[in-house]
């Protein structure tokens, strides 16, 4: 039987999938109408770059690890295993925030709060649902993907067609005086400012997905340049109807969007519901798409010496990491059940604190990918390019650094506090959990190194990759087949025959 082959709509699809993200429009939309001068300026200064960026590494190198093999390609296996890590953890934490999210939009449809008990059920059941999807081939679940981008699009026009609506009839909710427009340099602004870079986040995802693709040297592009106009436009278009319905300073983090319709349509009308039943099949989306992508990333990562051994175990059935998935669905598992505790003892907001957290070690975890990017073209520059970013070396620096910038600083404005106001020295826990997950990564870093005797680390100027034996030093070994004898070491298989 032919096996499915991704087609260029599957990929353009899967990229509104994965990249853009309902749950997120509310905590933007908190910004106020600075909010769309920083949606056009990070349009131009990040989504652009970013993309091209993606493109011309997703063509040039066809690894299903995605940025994890860039990273890895240019700086070695140290800096490979910290994205791998800084990747990975970010999905169990969302996994989890996006849990709590699930059946406290469920008490918004119903009108019934949920007691506790039942209320993790409806978590873990979220969570296991989601990891038993990601054990199926991509291609075979693409009308999921397709569905949640279909469900995202309509629930993204119907915000915005409401909001227009809201005002014609009853006016804004915020003030709409062209000075409101300027951007906002208050700790405020500046923190929702990373859930921003965030809603950008996700194009090298559909880069994991070339051993399901027909061309992905002609689909990735392409599928990169519409994805990230269709997904600009509807993010402005569903934050100016959550902006036209409720003020900035009571929009919710969490429930924005159902708050939004429950003003303009009714809390408890027909429409009311629909979206949210809507809104909840979308978050399933989100996860599987997600889980896909990372889910490579830590198998790949895994088979190299660079996460732990068991992110390496896959089906012999379809061979998709279901080691890697059914780690998730137990860290997030944890995550959810320590909520609760947490709770006593004085902690709430668990949505906030999950959500923000995943969102720096995701930006994190872009990082190095710029700076790889410039050192593969310059020392690599006999790979074949299907796609090349435009312009001279003077381009490619800003199109390299601007990005490095913004994720910098969003990420202090996420977790440091700016100022001693209660708002922003609750960042503390977020803080205090980002330098944990550090710390644990690079214990990890280092377990997972036991037992390699050749560590890559990265490519010289010359473009040869750059191996060190234990025993002897640097030693010439081609990349291809440091990454065979790797891939046979940690599964247990009896080393290949590399002549």
Same mark, same amino acid.
């Given at each position: 039987?032919?096996?499915?082959?991704?087609?260029?709509?599957?990929?353009?699809?899967?990229?509104?999938?994965?990249?853009?993200?309902?749950?997120?429009?509310?905590?933007?939309?908190?910004?106020?109408?600075?909010?769309?001068?920083?949606?056009?300026?990070?349009?131009?200064?990040?989504?652009?770059?970013?993309?091209?960026?993606?493109?011309?590494?997703?063509?040039?190198?066809?690894?299903?690890?995605?940025?994890?093999?860039?990273?890895?390609?240019?700086?070695?296996?140290?800096?490979?295993?910290?994205?791998?890590?800084?990747?990975?953890?970010?999905?169990?934490?969302?996994?989890?925030?996006?849990?709590?999210?699930?059946?406290?939009?469920?008490?918004?449809?119903?009108?019934?709060?949920?007691?506790?008990?039942?209320?993790?059920?409806?978590?873990?059941?979220?969570?296991?649902?989601?990891?038993?999807?990601?054990?199926?081939?991509?291609? $075979? *679940?693409?009308?999921?993907?397709?569905?949640?981008?279909?469900?995202? !699009? +309509?629930? #993204? @026009?119907? =915000?915005?067609?409401?909001?227009?609506?809201?005002?014609?009839?009853?006016?804004?909710?915020?003030?709409?005086?062209?000075?409101?427009?300027?951007?906002?340099?208050?700790?405020?602004?500046?923190?929702?400012?990373?859930?921003?870079?965030?809603?950008?986040?996700?194009?090298?995802?559909?880069?994991?997905?070339?051993?399901?693709?027909?061309?992905?040297?002609?689909?990735?592009?392409?599928?990169?340049?519409?994805?990230?106009?269709?997904?600009?436009?509807?993010?402005?278009?569903?934050?100016?109807?959550?902006?036209?319905?409720?003020?900035?300073?009571?929009?919710?983090? $969490? *429930?924005?969007?159902?708050?939004?319709?429950?003003?303009?349509?009714? !809390? +408890?009308? #027909? @429409?009311? =519901?629909?979206?949210?039943?809507?809104?909840?099949?979308?978050?399933?989306?989100?996860?599987?798409?997600?889980?896909?992508?990372?889910?490579?990333?830590?198998?790949?990562?895994?088979?190299?010496?660079?996460?732990?051994?068991?992110?390496?175990?896959?089906?012999?059935?379809?061979?998709?990491?279901?080691?890697?998935?059914?780690?998730?669905?137990?860290?997030?598992?944890?995550?959810?059940?320590?909520?609760?505790?947490?709770?006593?003892?004085?902690?709430?907001?668990?949505?906030?604190?999950?959500?923000?957290?995943?969102?720096?070690?995701?930006?994190?975890?872009?990082?190095?990918?710029?700076?790889?990017?410039?050192?593969?073209?310059?020392?690599?520059?006999?790979?074949?390019?299907?796609?090349?970013?435009?312009?001279?070396?003077?381009?490619?620096?800003?199109?390299?650094?601007?990005?490095?910038?913004?994720?910098?600083?969003?990420?202090?404005?996420?977790?440091?506090?700016?100022?001693?106001?209660?708002?922003?020295?609750?960042?503390?826990?977020?803080?205090?959990?980002?330098?944990?997950?550090?710390?644990?990564?690079?214990?990890?870093?280092?377990?997972?190194?036991?037992?390699?005797?050749?560590?890559?680390?990265?490519?010289?100027?010359?473009?040869?990759?750059?191996?060190?034996?234990?025993?002897?030093?640097?030693?010439?070994?081609?990349?291809?087949?440091?990454?065979?004898?790797?891939?046979?070491?940690?599964?247990?298989?009896?080393?290949?025959?590399?002549?």
């Amino acid at each position: 039987m032919a096996t499915k082959k991704f087609r260029l709509i599957d990929a353009i699809l899967s990229v509104i999938t994965v990249v853009f993200v309902a749950e997120a429009a509310a905590p933007a939309a908190a910004i106020g109408n600075s909010q769309f001068f920083w949606w056009i300026f990070l349009i131009i200064a990040f989504l652009l770059p970013y993309g091209l960026v993606v493109s011309e590494l997703g063509t040039t190198y066809d690894d299903e690890g995605g940025l994890y093999d860039w990273v890895r390609r240019a700086f070695g296996d140290r800096w490979g295993s910290r994205v791998s890590w800084y990747y990975w953890i970010n999905f169990p934490l969302w996994m989890a925030s996006l849990a709590i999210l699930f059946p406290e939009t469920i008490a918004l449809i119903t009108g019934f709060e949920l007691d506790l008990l039942p209320a993790l059920a409806i978590e873990l059941a979220f969570i296991w649902i989601v990891v038993f999807l990601s054990f199926s081939k991509v291609s $075979d *679940s693409a009308w999921i993907l397709n569905l949640s981008a279909v469900l995202k !699009v +309509g629930i #993204a @026009l119907l =915000v915005g067609g409401l909001g227009i609506w809201y005002a014609l009839t009853f006016g804004f909710a915020n003030d709409m005086a062209p000075e409101t427009f300027l951007p906002s340099f208050d700790a405020n602004g500046l923190t929702y400012l990373s859930i921003i870079l965030f809603n950008f986040m996700g194009f090298e995802v559909i880069t994991t997905y070339v051993g399901s693709m027909e061309n992905p040297s002609r689909q990735i592009p392409r599928a990169i340049i519409a994805g990230g106009i269709a997904i600009a436009a509807l993010y402005l278009f569903s934050s100016f109807g959550i902006g036209a319905a409720i003020p900035a300073e009571d929009i919710s983090l $969490d *429930s924005g969007i159902m708050d939004a319709v429950g003003i303009m349509a009714g !809390v +408890g009308s #027909a @429409l009311f =519901v629909v979206v949210g039943i809507v809104f909840l099949v979308t978050l399933f989306g989100n996860m599987v798409s997600w889980s896909f992508g990372v889910n490579f990333v830590a198998e790949h990562a895994a088979k190299k010496g660079n996460m732990p051994r068991p992110f390496a175990r896959e089906s012999e059935k379809n061979q998709m990491p279901t080691g890697a998935a059914v780690i998730n669905g137990v860290v997030a598992s944890a995550l959810v059940l320590l909520a609760p505790v947490m709770e006593l003892a004085g902690f709430d907001g668990f949505f906030w604190i999950f959500f923000s957290m995943n969102i720096v070690f995701l930006l994190i975890s872009y990082i190095p990918m710029f700076p790889a990017f410039l050192k593969l073209r310059r020392v690599d520059a006999a790979a074949p390019r299907v796609f090349k970013v435009p312009g001279g070396r003077g381009v490619l620096l800003v199109a390299t650094w601007l990005p490095v910038v913004l994720l910098v600083l969003s990420i202090i404005a996420t977790i440091v506090p700016l100022n001693g106001s209660e708002e922003e020295m609750s960042k503390i826990p977020m803080l205090i959990g980002v330098i944990a997950f550090v710390l644990i990564g690079e214990v990890v870093r280092v377990v997972s190194a036991r037992g390699r005797t050749v560590e890559y680390r990265g490519m010289d100027a010359s473009g040869d990759p750059l191996a060190f034996d234990v025993a002897q030093g640097y030693v010439e070994m081609p990349e291809s087949e440091k990454i065979a004898v790797e891939e046979d070491r940690v599964i247990g298989r009896e080393p290949r025959d590399l002549m």
